[in-house]
């Protein structure tokens, strides 16, 4: 019998799509060896491999049979995409071009590696970043710099601006996928693109409050009110909207501080300070990294109080997603606060999810759990934390919560599903 590798979804798919992996063929009780393979657009090689036995009819199927070794071990059907790690130390998988699909290629090697044989069998998957029907609009509109997506169909549709952290540019990867269920997501650029300012240094909420009133005004997007996402420095920036910016009902924030940080904050005649940072407190790890947790300055001392950002004065409801191993930023401690806060205010406390074992980047199911990489202001190798798979599994959970949340609180559909972790 000739081997063959059966994919579903066939040929493409969208990245954060589960992929069921089955190999038929084989001889009974056959070892083999799977191996998956992507480049990103820089050409950076990212791998993975595992060994396994068929079963006793020759068939081996990733979702029944478990990993005997290799970059992972046990029943994990999508560890040969989660469990990748890259040629280049410290490289992390991201996607700068939405239009263009990751290319997966995958492997069945007779035997066991390192001493795995001839190849048996090979196909390519597809893994796209455009769910079928979405629409990716540039915005070029007064200041702002972004990008639309929407969702097939006529709409209207919930509306939700996505910010990430310091590392700049217009980041639309997870726009784009959110998106495909059903979201208008706004990409927002804030630094480091275009004709935006190259560096965080003079922070305007008006900017942020121009982006919202875009979307309410935009006759796709289902008022009158919009949902914020966001992730580091870009999780703080939401909290500030929420606090101060009328049209926002529901904030999810991905291990972000409840203080301005990195710049001092700007609206009308008011200012925010930054939290402040103490350099000699970071630490280098064995391995060489920046570990950054400890430079920040505490936001309850009193010194440090006008640095605090106001989320008793927001209108809707928060969730906090927390990796309780994130080696930027004390992210539990952070949402504790807020949750006190929010309680002394006579506010009802957030929605907190902790994820053990997991890092400061959360990225939507499946891409590889970012340990470490080189920080694209810093220019230096940063410890984020996390193992990486508990990182993937909260990566999983946590993008079904994001969803839940805001489908509840932005259109009204309440669900049963609470987080498995």
């Known amino acids: 019998m000739v081997a063959k590798l059966i994919l579903e979804p066939a040929g493409r798919g969208c990245w954060d799509e589960p992929l069921h992996i089955t190999v038929q063929g084989l001889a009974p009780k056959q070892q083999v060896t799977l191996r998956a393979s992507l480049r990103d657009e820089k050409g950076a090689l990212f791998r993975a491999h595992a060994r ?28 040969l995409i989660w469990a990748m790690k890259p040629d280049k130390p410290f490289g992390r998988l991201v996607k700068r071009d939405v239009q263009t699909p990751f290319v997966v290629e995958l492997e069945v090697l007779d035997g066991h590696e390192p001493d795995a044989g001839r190849l048996l069998a090979r196909a390519l998957h597809e893994r796209h970043f455009l769910p079928p029907g979405v629409r990716r609009v540039p915005v070029r509109e007064g200041r702002v710099r972004a990008t639309l997506f929407l969702p097939p169909g006529e709409g209207p549709f919930p509306g939700i601006i996505d910010l990430f952290g310091s590392g700049g540019g217009l980041c639309e990867y997870r726009a784009s996928l959110l998106a495909g269920h059903g979201f208008a997501v706004l990409a927002l650029a804030y630094f480091r693109f275009e004709d935006l300012p190259e560096y965080l240094s003079d922070m305007r909420l008006e900017y942020f409050e121009e982006a919202v009133d875009f979307m309410l005004q935009h006759p796709k997007v289902k008022g009158p009110n919009v949902g914020l996402l966001g992730f580091s420095k870009g999780g703080d920036l939401c909290l500030s909207m929420a606090s101060f910016l009328k049209g926002i009902t529901a904030t999810v924030l991905i291990n972000a501080c409840v203080a ?38 505490n936001p309850l001392e009193e010194h440090n109080h006008r640095s605090l950002i106001p989320l008793e004065k927001a209108q809707g409801p928060f969730l906090f997603i927390v990796g309780l191993d994130d080696h930027n930023w004390k992210s539990e401690f952070y949402a504790y606060i807020a949750s006190e806060r929010l309680q002394a205010h006579g506010k009802n406390k957030p929605q907190i999810i902790f994820y053990p074992e997991t890092g400061h980047c959360i990225d939507p199911p499946y891409f590889p759990p970012s ?14 934390g996390g193992e990486p798979r508990a990182h993937s599994r909260a990566q999983e959970d946590a993008w079904q919560q994001i969803q839940i949340f805001f489908q509840k609180y932005l259109n009204g559909k309440k669900s049963v599903q609470h987080s498995k972790i």
């Open 52 to 79: 396994y036995r068929a079963d006793a009819t020759g068939e081996l199927d990733l979702a029944r049979a478990p990993a005997l070794g290799g970059s992972f071990a046990g029943l994990e059907p999508m560890g």
């Open 260 to 297: 301005n940080t990195i710049a001092p904050l700007h609206y009308k005649d008011m200012i925010i300070p930054d939290l402040g940072n103490e350099l000699s407190k970071q630490k280098i790890t064995e391995s060489g990294l920046l570990n950054l947790v400890d430079i920040w300055k």
């Open 371 to 384: 340990t470490a990489s080189v920080h694209a202001i810093l220019g230096e190798a940063v410890f984020y």
